[in-house]
Structures are given as structure tokens and as C-alpha cells.
């Protein structure tokens, strides 16, 4: 199995490019499944997850090509609407075809997800959902199954939680329903306006976007588009706490600044000197009198967008694991995901975990030191490079499959900005 090998000590400078959204990717290629025909995405990143969901779409009939990050997705024929435990057990988002397919063919059978490392993660909002369009939905060994005798019907859905994928589940599946359905408490991450869009782009009619109620006239038929992915905001924001933890200085392209507000906010806070563009940022680390990286400890708590987001926590928590002091760390989104904790404290990390709340002692100048660590989950496997990055040592991350699932080409991007990393068998 693969290791990703870390030489830290190395300040990242020099300038990156960021990829298109993985989060904005795979609704967006769910939803070609709403229209027959040939749709197009610009900026679709290659990496593990979205090569999944499309080899889901080949099962379900469809065909596409795929050159760099342009995507063609043909899908006029769908000859078969399940989606098998095999597909969906390594990337949960594979539900996300359950509202199209539903929509488009009248029935759709995927899989539950299960559980998985950052915790239960039901499906049960996307399931109320659609039954509150009309669907019946049964479970049964282990497989979700709904089904509509006509259309679905319009109606008012409110959600407990504010849900990404259950929000995007339904509104794509309104789209075709009879009559009007009003989202409500729906969240409103960019990559759900980003699903907007593109839905509108294909005849549908959709008010509300960027806020908690979102309303949907149904019409009859929607037509293939050609829409562009958003810059993915968490692997933008990534590599600034990475540059920064390094005690860097360089330039991020291609990316939007205005997706990232709280972040930006708590790296200003820890000291770092942001200077935004409209599709770029640079980031400078804070220095003491002594020429030392002196990052100030603060605190964070993970919200819905435009809150912190859950998916930018551990790599933060590996930035305050090298400040200048006491910090907590709430995750309010998920249980158990503090799974990079014991793999950061390898690294030397003073961290202890309450419940949903993370004690955090930072080293200051004393810092990390590198070692052998396990990558557990997509986000816990950044927050271990970027210590990794920040460590004096080597450090050696097994397990880094799960990185491949939402970083495009890490190695390469990395090495650009100078950092010491490589593949190891
Ligand atoms: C999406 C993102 C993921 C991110 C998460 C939170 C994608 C493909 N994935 O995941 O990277 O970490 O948002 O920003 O976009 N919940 C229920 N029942 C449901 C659905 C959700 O109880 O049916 C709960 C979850 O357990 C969690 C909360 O709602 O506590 C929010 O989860 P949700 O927004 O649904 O996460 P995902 O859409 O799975």
C-alpha cells in the first residue's frame, strides 16, 4: 500500500492553482442525470471520488468523456436505477442519485451508506424528503428503495438540520415535480448555489439561492447545459493553513475568496496577513522579533456554511497543535471526528478530546516532530500532512487512499510550493 513520505522543516512558497470542487462536482454530475442528452462541466477534478460516481453513472447506462478536467456526460440512456453497496460504501455522496434518478425514471435503489469513520451519517432527511413529494420509500436489505406512481407532487420540506446533500437530493428531484416545493432550514454551502445554477441553466425555476428557503416550480422536462465547477474551498483552504503552519508565504489562484469567510477570519485572528482578489489570496506568516513563525492560539467551532466548516477542523487543529497557546476546538456537526487526534499526538501534539470539544496546548517553538501515522479520513489525512509539513523530521502517513478521494494531484502541488513529500510503496 502507498505512504506518503514528509520531510517537514521546508516554508511552502511560490504560487498554486486550486482545483474545481469535489463537493461541487458530484451534485452537479448527479444532475445530468435530471435531462437527457449531452451535458458538459468545465473544471471537474480527477480524483477518486468523482471517478467513482462516474463509473456509478456507466452502471446506470450512461457514457462519458473525459479529457483533463473537461467532462462530457452522456445521458440519454439510463437503462437501470440502482446504485450497489460496492459503489456506495466507499463514497457515501453516491445517494446523491437517488433524487434525479427518481425524478427522471420514477424509481430509483441505492444502497445506505452505513456508517462511516466521521460518524452514523443517516439519510433519513433524504428519505423524508421524498416522501413528502409523494415517493414511497422502503428500506430493505440494506438498500433504500423509492418509487412514484406519476410525478412527484410539490410540497414543504423542512429539515432539522440544515443537510448539503439531503438540500441538493431534493432540490434536484423537485425540479420535475408537480407544483411548487419550498425548502426550508435547506443549507446553503456554495457548492448548493453552484447546483443551482446549473439546474436553472437546464430550465429549471429556483429562487432562493445562498439562503435557508429555497423554492421550486416544477416543470415538465429540463434540457442538457454546459456549467463550470467552483474552485473547491476546502482543499483552498487547505493549503493556506498548510502554508501557513510551514511559517510560508505564497499566492493561491484560481480560487474564491469569498467562500472561505470564516476561515480567513480565524487565520487573520492566529496572526496571518490575508491580502484577497476576487479569484486569488496570499498569505503571509506571522514572524516574532526573533524571525521565529509565531502563531497566536484561537479558538473555533464548526457551523453550517457561511459557519466554519466541519471539513477545514482537523487541518486548523493542526495549525493550533504549533501556537502560542490554549485553544478549543468544538465540532458540532459530526461525532467522532477527532480521529487525527491520537496521529497528531504521535507527532507530539498536546491534545486532550471531551466529547465534541478538543482541548488544544500548542507546542510554540518547541513544535512537532515528525513520525509514523495512519490517515484515517479524507480531512483527518490533510490535517497529518500539514503536520507533517510543519514537523521538524520525516513523517510517514499510511492509508493515503483516502486522500486521493478529495486532493488532486497533492504531491505535485506540494512540491511546486517546495515542500520535501513523495510516494513511497
Ligand atoms: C456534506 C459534504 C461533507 C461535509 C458535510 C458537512 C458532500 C458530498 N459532502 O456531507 O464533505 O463534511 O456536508 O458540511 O457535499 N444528517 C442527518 N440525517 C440526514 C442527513 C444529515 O441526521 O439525512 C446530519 C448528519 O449526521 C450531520 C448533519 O446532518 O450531523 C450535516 O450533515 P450533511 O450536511 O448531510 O453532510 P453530507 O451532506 O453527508
Keep these: ?66 479529457n483533463g478536467s473537461l467532462l462530457k456526460v452522456d445521458t440519454t440512456i439510463i437503462n437501470h436505477s440502482e446504485a450497489s453497496y460496492e459503489l456506495v460504501k466507499t463514497m457515501r455522496a453516491s445517494v446523491l442519485v437517488l433524487g434525479p434518478l427518481l425524478a427522471r425514471t420514477g424509481a430509483a435503489k441505492v444502497s445506505l451508506p452505513g456508517g462511516c469513520a466521521i460518524g452514523a451519517r443517516p439519510i433519513d432527511f433524504h428519505i423524508k424528503g ?20 406519476d410525478r412527484l407532487v410539490g410540497n414543504t420540506v423542512y429539515f432539522d438540520i440544515p443537510s448539503v446533500t439531503a438540500t441538493e437530493n431534493l432540490l434536484m428531484a423537485a425540479t420535475l415535480a408537480k407544483g411548487i416545493t419550498v425548502i426550508k432550514n435547506a443549507a446553503r454551502e456554495p457548492e448548493i448555489g453552484n447546483l443551482i445554477d446549473m439546474l436553472i441553466s437546464m430550465g429549471a425555476e429556483i429562487e432562493g439561492k445562498d439562503s435557508d428557503t429555497i423554492t421550486v416550480h416544477g416543470v415538465r422536462h429540463l434540457h442538457a447545459a454546459e456549467n463550470r465547477i467552483i474552485p473547491d474551498r476546502i482543499e483552498t483552504g487547505t493549503y493556506l493553513i498548510a502554508i501557513g503552519a510551514t511559517g510560508g508565504e505564497a499566492t493561491i489562484n484560481n480560487c474564491c475568496p469569498a467562500h472561505l469567510p470564516a476561515l480567513l477570519e480565524k487565520l487573520r485572528e492566529a496572526g496571518f496577513t490575508i491580502l484577497e482578489d476576487k479569484h486569488s489570496l496570499h498569505i503571509r506568516s506571522p514572524r516574532s522579533a526573533e524571525g521565529k513563525l509565531h502563531v497566536m492560539h484561537t479558538n473555533i467551532t464548526t457551523r453550517p456554511y457561511p459557519g466554519y466548516p466541519t471539513d477545514l477542523q482537523a487541518q486548523f487543529m493542526a495549525l493550533m497543535a504549533i501556537s502560542d497557546g490554549a485553544s478549543i476546538i468544538n465540532e458540532t456537526i459530526f461525532e467522532n471526528r477527532f480521529m487525527h487526534v491520537a496521529e497528531l499526538c504521535r507527532m507530539g501534539a498536546d491534545i486532550k478530546v471531551d466529547g465534541k470539544t478538543a482541548f488544544v496546548s500548542g507546542k510554540g517553538d518547541t513544535g512537532l516532530l515528525g513520525a509514523p501515522v495512519m490517515a484515517t479520513d479524507l480531512r483527518a489525512s490533510s490535517s497529518l500532512v500539514i503536520a507533517g509539513l510543519a514537523a521538524s523530521g520525516k513523517t510517514c502517513i499510511s492509508r493515503i487512499y483516502h ?23
Design 1 to 66: 500500500m502507498e505512504k506518503l513520505v514528509i520531510e517537514g522543516g521546508v516554508p511552502l512558497r511560490g504560487e498554486l492553482k486550486i482545483s474545481g470542487a469535489k463537493n461541487a462536482a458530484l451534485p452537479l454530475i448527479a444532475a445530468t442525470l435530471l435531462a437527457p442528452g449531452t451535458h458538459v462541466l468545465y473544471n471537474v477534478p480527477n480524483l477518486r471520488d468523482t471517478r467513482t460516481l462516474l463509473k456509478l453513472m456507466e452502471e446506470l447506462g450512461c457514457s462519458y468523456e473525459y
Design 130 to 149: 421524498f416522501e413528502h413529494l409523494g415517493a414511497v420509500c422502503k428500506l430493505e436489505s440494506g438498500y433504500v428503495e423509492a418509487s412514484i406512481s
Design 403 to 425: 486522500l486521493e478521494r478529495g486532493y488532486e494531484n497533492l504531491v505535485e502541488k506540494l512540491t511546486g510550493l517546495g515542500a520535501r513529500v513523495w510516494k513511497e510503496r
